[in-house]
């Protein structure tokens, strides 16, 4: 079976520049969540979607937004883009679940994108 | 505000030298524990999940436990292959009834042959 895909895996940005991110969750997973990861911490994470409607928002400002598709793959936009979204994007697929808590979550290999 | 310290921040070990590593957290109304194990350059991969205080879990030469307060990851005889950052994450009720995870900073380990 294939696992999470993510595309494109290498981006690079020009500051305000916007860019779309994109994610194919397992099989039959129908919970995606998107993190970010700079370099030297851990992800944090951003949004959760499960059947298609956003169940759950980290701390981050309205340039962030993503939404989800019927066959449950998921994009994620960032706009005006800033030196320091500059980071590894990564999209994680979860098995259903009722109380749509995030139990095992399987990774992609990630977005690196660079804003320069 | 949801936190999760994790220690030490790296780690050298000899094949075969077992160690432990600690993932501490303060959360209101904790809805699991989660380890992770990332190799540079890739996404983290799922190790184990622990919900309630006293629960253990194994694979391999890896043993996650769980305390009101506390995880620990024990790894036993490790091999070099064991090397990568390992991650702890907690989640937690959020506004809207949803549930967030919050990650630690994870631990660069070593193993030498």
């Known amino acids: 079976d294939a696992g999470v895909t993510q595309s494109p895996t290498h981006l690079i940005k020009t500051r305000g520049q916007h860019v779309t991110l994109r994610c194919s969750p397992i099989s039959g997973h129908k919970s995606v969540s998107w993190y970010q990861q700079v370099l030297g911490q851990g992800p944090q994470f951003i949004f959760q979607?499960?059947?298609?409607?956003?169940?759950g928002r980290g701390n981050f400002p309205d340039r962030f937004s993503a939404r989800q598709f019927p066959n449950y793959s998921s994009e994620l936009n960032v706009n005006a883009l800033l030196l320091g979204d500059s980071a590894l994007y990564l999209c994680?697929?979860?098995?259903?679940?009722?109380?749509?808590?995030?139990?095992?979550?399987?990774f992609g290999q990630g977005t690196r994108l660079t804003v320069v | 505000e949801d936190q999760v310290t994790q220690s030490p921040e790296a780690l050298r070990l000899q094949e075969g030298e077992s160690s432990s590593l600690n993932c501490s957290y303060t959360v209101s109304g904790l809805r699991g524990l989660f380890w992770y194990r990332q190799d540079p350059g890739k996404g983290p991969e799922f190790l184990f999940t622990l919900y309630s205080a006293g629960e253990e879990k194994e694979k391999e030469r890896l043993k996650a436990t769980l305390t009101k307060k506390e995880s620990f990851l024990h790894i036993t005889a490790p091999k070099p292959e064991d090397s990568a950052t390992y991650l702890c994450a907690v989640q937690a009720p959020a506004s809207g009834g949803s549930y967030i995870p919050t990650f630690g900073r994870g631990t660069s380990l070593i193993v030498h042959p």
């Open positions: 994680a697929s979860s098995p259903r679940d009722r109380t749509y808590m995030n139990t095992e979550a399987f």
């Open positions: 979607y499960y059947e298609k409607e956003e169940r």
